[in-house]
């Protein structure tokens, strides 16, 4: 099975943060690409943890509520009007991940 998730790479206070919104994760950096590229590495480890525990065929934990503070960001970068954002965004958008 294969699946999505949102991302978003954003700067706060002079740390580059990558979130995961739909895992939960959140990686950090001084480099933005960087912070992205640990990002896809962690989404790969969880997974990957994931399909080795008995009964996570469900994928419940791979379908989290993202917090609060990462919806709301995600709801400014995605809207059609310009809002102004506390945060610098480098990029966001939707990447896909291997859950077989």
Known sequence: ???????????DKGVWYAVALEFNIVESSDDP???HFNLLQAVDGYIAAMKKIKGAK???ALNQNADPE???L??????????????QINSFGISSASHA
């Open 1 to 11: 099975m294969k699946g999505q998730f949102r991302h978003i790479v954003f700067k």
């Open 58 to 60: 469900n994928y419940t």
């Open 70 to 72: 990462y919806e709301k």
């Open 33 to 35: 690409r960087l912070a």
């Open 74 to 87: 995600w709801s400014i970068v995605n809207s059609e009007k310009p809002i102004r954002s506390p945060y």
